[in-house]
C-alpha cells in the first residue's frame, strides 16, 4: 500500500515536548556542530569511536533534566536499566580527543572503556570493569598492560585499550557484556577489533567468556523475556562478504545459540535492538559506516510457533513478505524482501530506508522538501510504547544525492507498538539542535514494560552428566549433531541460471550469484546421492600482535594466509550414510537416506562443518560460527540450514538410538581415505587435529611430481611451479596458484576486464571448492564439478576470448577438462629420464583438501622473526577449563567435593601446569596452598577433590584454577561462590528486624507485599 509522507509540523525545531510520559528517561546526549559538519557515532562498522563530550543525560515529565555523568574529554554511551528500575548499567570512554587515539589502529581509544553502574536513588557509581587484558599467552610476548606503555623491542602489544562495552542485565544478578580483552584481530576488515561475549556478577566478579565463537565480533547482547540474550553478530566467516551483520540469540551460558535475523543480503547489519512490550523483537536494519546507525526499523515475533521458522532462502518467494521501505523517486513505495525472513516480519517505518542513500523525501513532488530520516536506538517503554532515537534529513554520510543537513538526531515516542506511516507518528519527547540525543531508556521496573518481574531465569552451564553418556559431569567435551545433511537449504537465493543458480566460472558482472559471498556454500553441482561424509573444522581466533616481534600492521600480524583469514583445522570427518546390521541404507523419518550424526568435540573451541563427498571434496560449507559449551548436548538443527523447511525429527534417527555412539573427535581424527580399488574408507589417525598447509604438505609433491614438465625453463600449459621468487611475502609459486586474481601469470581470463573474478583465485584454484578446481581436476584425472565441458562456452584456443564458439557470451564461459591426469602416467622426467612418481590417493585427497580449507600458507619469515611458528600452526586458542563443583553464586548444599575439566584440541593440555588455590581451608591445606597434587583423575579429563568434611557454611570462598596447554597459552578461572545449610541463613538480619517495602522485585507469592520470606524463596531461586 503506497503511503503518501506527511511534512509539516515534524520538521519544527523542538527542545522538549511536556507531558508525553509520565516516567524519567535516561538518554546519551552528544555534541552536535551544526547542519554542516558531521558528528561520530558508534555503530558496528567502528564501535570504539564517539565524539568527545558525550554526557548521559535524566530527561524528567516536566522537560526538566539533570546531568548524571558527564563525558568531558571522553564519552559515555551504552545505558541499560536493571529490572527493578533503580541501577543504570553504562559503558565510560576516558578520553576520545583525537590525541587519545591510535591513529595507525583504526583510531582506538588509548584508554579503552569500561562498565559501570550507578544507583539511581544515591547516585553513587560503581565500577565493574578495570581493563583486564587476557591475550593468548603463546601468541605472543606481551606487555602487562596493552597500551605497551614501557614495552621493549621484544614485548608485543596492542597500542589501544580494551573495549568493555554493551552491559546487559541478566537474571539472577549477572551482567552479560562484550570485550576485546582476548586481543583478538577480526577475521575481515569492517570493524575495529573482535569483540567476544562475557558474562560476570553485578560486582564485577566471576567473569566468565561465554562467546567462544565470537571470531568475527559480537555487540550489544539484550535480555529477551524467554530467557534468551539476542546480540549483533559480525557474520564473515568463511568466504561471506565482509560488511554482514546478522542478529542471533542464545542463552545466558553460551549455549543453544540460533539465528533470529541472518544477515545475508550484502551490505546489510541487523543491529541495536529491543523487545517491544507485545514480545516483538525490533531490530534496526542499517548499512555500515555510511549511516551512522540510522536505518529503517523492522520487527518480528520472538516466538512465532509457525513451522517453519523462517522463509525461503529465495527472496522473492512468498514466504518473505514485502517490507516498504521508502519510496521512489517518482513516488512509487519501495519494498524489500529478505532472505530467510522470520515468520510474521513486518515494519514499523515504512517511511524510510537502511539503505546506503539519503533518506527518501518527503514529498516526492518537491525536491527540495526535507528528507524524511532515519531512526536508531530503539527501546521499550510503558503503555506498549517505543522509545526511538530519530533525525530529519538523508542520514547518510554520502553525496547520494547529499549528506546535508547532517544529523540531528532527538528522542521520540512510538505509541502503541503500532508502525510510524511518517515521521509526524513520532511523538516529539527532546530535541536540542545543539546535541545529538540518543540511546533513550525507560526508568521503570521491568514489569511496567513487560509485565513480569524479570525474563525467565535459564539454567547456567550445569554440567551435570544428565544429557549424554559421553558427558559425565564436568566435562570439557560436548556432542554436536543433526538429524539430516539431506533436508538442507544450502543453495543461494538467486544465481546465475546458466550456473543452476550458482557462482558463474568467471564473469564480469558484478554479484552475479549471492553463492559464497553472501548466501549458500555449494561446490559444483551434486546430487544426494552425492552426500557421504561431514567434516567437523576447528576455528582458531587470530591474536593481534599489533607491536612487537612477528608481526605489525596492516595484515602482517596473521603471518599466515587462506582465503577465509582464519585458521582451520581438521577435529574429524565421518562417514553419514547410515546401515543397518546387514549393511542395508536406513531411511529417516521423512523417507530419505538416513544421514543423522553426532560428535563429540572439545568444549568452547570455535568450529564449522563441510559436507564431503566420497573423495573428500566439499560439497557445501557452513559458514557460520558454532560453538559447544562443556557438557552441551546440540542435535536441534533438523537438517543442513534447514530454516525454511520442516525440520527432520532426530528422534526418527539412527543417531537418536540409545546405543548410538557418538564419533570422538576429540582424542583421535577420523578421516576419509580410498582403499586399493579406490572405494572411500575412514581411517583413525592419532592425532587430536590434521593441518594442512603449502610449504610442508603441498609443496614437496608439486616439486617431485609437476615441475619437471612446469617450470620456468618449460612452462608447460604456461604454468610454472618452480617460481622461489617472494612476492607480497609468498612464494611467487603459491601465488600463481592461489592469489592470481589479477591474473599476472600464465593463460589470462576470457571476459573484458582480464580478471579472475567472482569466486576464483586464479585459473586453477577455486578456494573450499575443489571439485570446481581445474589444479584438482587434472591431479584426479576427471572433471568433478557436476557439469560437462559441453554444458558451457569454452575457448578453443586457451586465453584467447576470440576462439569462443560463435555468439558465445564471455560471462557464460568456463574451463574444461581435457588432455591426461597429471603427471601423465609413464611420464619420465624430462632432463633425467626417470619416472616420474605419480601423486597416491592420499596424496591426492589432501591437496584437495588444502583447496577446501581455502590453501593455507605460513608466509615467508622476516629477517630475525619467526613467521612460521606464529603463523598457520601457531596454538592460538586457550585450552578448555571448567570448574562445575563449586558453582558460582550462593549454594543451599553442603559442599563435598572440588571438580574441574580440562582439555586442550592442538598442542595438548600441560597437567603439571595445573594450579588450584582457595581462600578457605581444604582437607588440612591451609588456605592459598596449592591444591592440583591433591586431585585425581575421576572420568575423562575430569579431576576430583574429594573433601574429608562437607562445608556446610562458608559466608565467602573463591576458588582459583589455571591450567596451561603444551604451546603455553594459560586459561584462568575464579569461582566466587557462598555456602548456606539453607537460605536463612544468607538473609540479613535487619531485613527480618525492618521488612523493605514492596517494590515489584520479589513478590513471588503475588500478594502484594515483600515479606521476607519472598526475599529467602527469591535467593533459593535465583542460586539454583
Not at 233 to 238: D, H, L, N, P, V
Not at 390 to 416: E, F, K, Q
Not at 539 to 555: A, D, I, L
Not at 934 to 941: A, E, I, K, W
Amino acid at each position: 500500500m503506497h503511503v503518501m509522507f506527511r511534512h509539516t509540523s515534524f520538521f519544527l525545531i523542538s527542545l522538549f515536548c511536556l507531558g508525553q510520559v509520565d516516567y524519567d528517561i535516561a538518554y546519551i546526549r552528544a555534541p552536535r556542530y551544526g547542519d554542516f559538519q558531521n558528528t561520530i557515532w558508534p555503530e558496528v562498522f567502528h564501535p570504539g569511536s564517539i565524539e568527545p563530550g558525550t554526557d548521559m543525560m535524566l530527561l524528567h515529565p516536566d522537560g526538566s533534566e539533570e546531568l548524571l555523568m558527564a563525558g568531558g574529554f571522553g564519552a559515555v554511551t551504552d545505558i541499560a536499566v536493571s529490572f527493578d528500575g533503580q541501577t543504570l548499567f553504562y559503558v565510560k570512554f576516558p578520553d576520545m580527543r583525537p590525541s587519545a587515539l591510535n591513529g595507525q589502529r583504526n583510531d582506538l581509544p588509548v584508554l579503552g572503556a569500561d562498565i559501570y553502574k550507578m544507583d539511581l536513588a544515591t547516585r553513587v557509581e560503581t565500577r565493574l570493569t578495570f581493563q583486564e587484558y587476557t591475550p593468548n599467552t603463546a601468541a605472543g610476548n606481551w606487555t602487562a598492560d596493552p597500551v605497551g606503555t614501557g614495552a621493549n623491542p621484544d614485548q608485543n602489544y596492542l597500542g589501544y585499550g580494551m573495549l568493555n562495552l554493551g552491559p546487559c542485565p541478566l537474571p539472577g544478578g549477572r551482567i552479560m557484556f562484550t570485550s576485546n580483552r582476548n586481543g583478538f584481530l577480526p577475521n575481515k576488515s569492517f570493524t575495529q577489533t573482535c569483540m567476544q561475549l562475557f558474562v560476570m556478577d553485578e560486582d564485577g566478579r566471576n567473569v566468565r567468556q561465554v562467546g567462544h565463537l565470537n571470531l568475527g565480533s559480537a555487540l550489544h547482547p539484550v535480555m529477551l523475556m524467554d530467557g534468551r540474550v539476542m546480540f549483533s553478530s559480525y557474520e564473515a566467516q568463511g568466504l561471506r562478504d565482509r560488511r554482514l551483520w546478522g542478529l542471533w540469540s542464545m542463552w545466558p551460558d553460551g549455549r543453544n545459540w540460533g539465528p533470529l535475523m541472518s544477515g545475508l543480503s550484502a551490505p546489510q547489519a541487523f543491529h541495536f535492538q529491543t523487545q517491544l512490550s507485545n514480545g516483538d523483537i525490533a531490530v534496526v536494519d542499517y548499512y555500515n559506516l555510511n549511516n551512522n546507525g540510522f536505518g529503517s526499523l523492522i520487527a518480528f515475533p520472538a516466538n512465532s510457533g509457525v513451522q517453519p521458522g523462517f522463509g525461503s532462502p529465495t527472496a522473492s518467494d512468498p514466504s518473505n513478505p514485502p517490507i516498504q521501505a521508502g519510496i521512489y523517486s517518482n513516488g512509487n513505495p519501495r519494498y524489500r524482501r529478505y532472505p530467510f525472513s522470520p515468520a510474521g516480519l513486518y515494519t514499523l517505518t515504512p517511511f524510510t530506508t537502511g539503505d546506503d542513500e539519503a533518506a527518501p523525501l518527503s514529498d516526492f513532488t518537491d525536491p527540495n522538501s526535507p528528507r524524511v530520516g532515519k531512526v536508531t536506538h530503539p527501546s521499550a517503554a510503558p503503555m506498549d510504547a517505543l522509545l526511538i532515537a530519530w533525525t530529519v534529513g538523508p542520514a547518510n554520510d554520502l553525496n547520494r544525492p547529499t549528506p546535508i543537513p547532517y544529523y540531528d538526531s532527538g528522542l521520540y515516542l512510538m505509541p502503541n507498538n503500532l508502525p510510524a506511516l511518517a515521521p509526524d507518528d513520532l511523538v516529539l519527547l527532546k530535541n536540542d539542535p545543539n546535541y545529538n540525543e540518543q540511546w533513550p531508556k525507560a526508568l521503570v521496573p521491568y514489569r511496567d514494560i513487560y509485565g513480569i518481574d524479570a525474563p525467565a531465569k535459564l539454567p547456567f552451564l550445569p554440567n551435570d552428566g544428565s544429557v549424554r553418556p559421553e558427558l559425565p559431569a564436568g566435562t570439557p567435551f560436548g556432542v554436536v549433531g543433526t538429524a539430516s545433511l539431506i533436508n538442507r537449504n544450502t543453495k543461494p537465493g538467486r544465481g546465475d541460471s546458466n550456473f543452476a543458480g550458482l557462482d558463474p566460472f568467471n564473469t564480469s558482472e558484478n554479484e552475479a550469484s549471492t553463492n559464497w559471498e553472501s548466501q549458500g556454500a555449494d561446490a559444483g553441482l551434486y546430487t544426494e546421492d552425492d552426500i557421504y561424509a561431514i567434516r567437523v573444522l576447528a576455528m582458531e581466533p587470530t591474536s593481534h600482535r599489533s607491536y612487537g616481534p612477528n608481526g605489525g600492521c596492516c595484515g602482517a600480524e596473521y603471518n599466515f594466509f587462506n582465503h577465509a583469514n582464519e585458521r582451520l583445522r581438521i577435529l574429524g570427518e565421518m562417514p553419514v550414510r547410515n546401515t543397518d546390521m546387514m549393511g542395508n541404507s536406513l531411511i529417516d523419518g521423512d523417507g530419505n537416506p538416513d544421514t543423522s550424526f553426532l560428535v563429540k568435540i572439545p568444549a568452547d573451541v570455535p568450529f564449522t562443518f563441510q559436507t564431503l563427498d566420497r573423495n573428500r571434496m566439499v560439497l557445501n560449507m557452513s559458514q557460520t560460527w558454532h560453538q559447544l559449551r562443556p557438557g552441551e548436548f546440540r542435535y536441534d538443527c533438523g537438517g543442513c540450514h534447514a530454516h525454511a523447511e520442516m525440520p527432520t525429527d532426530f528422534f526418527q534417527t539412527a543417531a537418536s538410538s540409545p546405543a548410538y555412539v557418538a564419533t570422538d573427535m576429540a582424542y583421535q581424527t577420523p578421516i576419509i581415505s580410498h582403499d586399493a580399488m579406490g572405494d572411500p574408507i575412514q581411517v583413525n589417525l592419532p592425532e587430536r587435529a590434521i593441518d594442512v598447509e603449502y610449504h610442508r604438505d603441498v609443496k614437496p609433491i608439486l616439486e617431485r611430481s609437476c615441475v619437471p614438465c612446469h617450470n620456468a625453463g618449460m612452462p608447460t600449459a604456461e604454468l610454472v611451479l618452480d617460481d622461489e621468487s617472494i612476492v607480497d611475502r609468498h612464494e611467487n609459486t603459491f601465488n600463481r596458484l592461489a592469489r592470481d586474481e589479477d591474473a599476472q601469470y600464465g593463460y589470462p581470463p576470457v571476459i573484458t576486464n582480464g580478471t579472475w573474478r567472482q569466486t576464483n583465485a586464479s585459473r586453477y584454484i577455486r578456494p573450499f571448492q575443489a571439485r570446481r578446481s581445474m589444479l584438482i581436476w587434472k591431479i584426479f584425472g576427471e572433471r568433478l564439478d557436476g557439469w560437462t565441458n559441453a554444458d558451457h562456452p569454452t575457448e578453443a584456443v586457451p586465453g584467447v576470448a576470440a576462439t569462443l564458439p560463435m555468439g558465445a557470451n564471455p560471462n557464460d564461459a568456463d574451463l574444461d577438462y581435457v588432455g591426461d591426469p597429471m603427471p601423465p602416467p609413464g611420464s619420465l622426467h624430462p632432463v633425467t629420464g626417470d619416472p616420474i612418481p605419480g601423486l597416491t590417493a592420499d596424496e591426492k585427497l589432501m591437496i584437495a583438501t588444502w583447496v577446501d580449507l581455502g590453501c593455507p600458507v605460513n608466509v615467508t619469515a622476516a629477517a630475525g622473526e619467526q613467521r612460521t611458528e606464529f603463523g598457520w600452526f601457531l596454538d592460538d586458542l586457550r585450552p578448555t577449563l571448567t570448574v562445575s563443583s563449586p558453582r558460582a553464586g550462593p549454594q543451599f548444599q553442603p559442599l563435598t567435593e572440588l571438580v574441574l575439566g580440562a582439555f586442550d584440541y592442538y598442542s595438548g593440555l600441560d597437567p603439571a601446569s595445573l594450579s588450584v588455590t582457595a581462600d578457605f581451608d581444604v582437607n588440612g591445606i591451609a588456605a592459598g596452598g596449592e591444591l592440583a597434587g591433591s586431585f585425581v583423575m575421576s572420568g575423562d579429563h575430569i579431576w576430583t577433590l574429594t573433601l574429608a568434611a562437607p562445608i556446610g557454611f562458608l559466608p565467602s570462598g573463591t576458588l582459583q584454577v589455571s591450567v596451561a596447554d603444551v604451546a603455553g597459552n594459560l586459561i584462568e578461572c575464579e569461582v566466587s561462590f557462598s555456602i548456606y545449610e539453607h537460605a536463612l541463613q544468607s538473609f540479613p538480619l535487619d531485613l527480618w528486624r525492618n521488612p523493605p517495602a514492596y517494590d515489584q522485585s520479589y513478590d513471588l507469592n503475588q500478594n502484594g507485599t515483600i515479606e521476607a520470606m519472598d526475599l529467602v524463596l527469591h535467593i533459593n531461586v535465583s542460586s539454583n
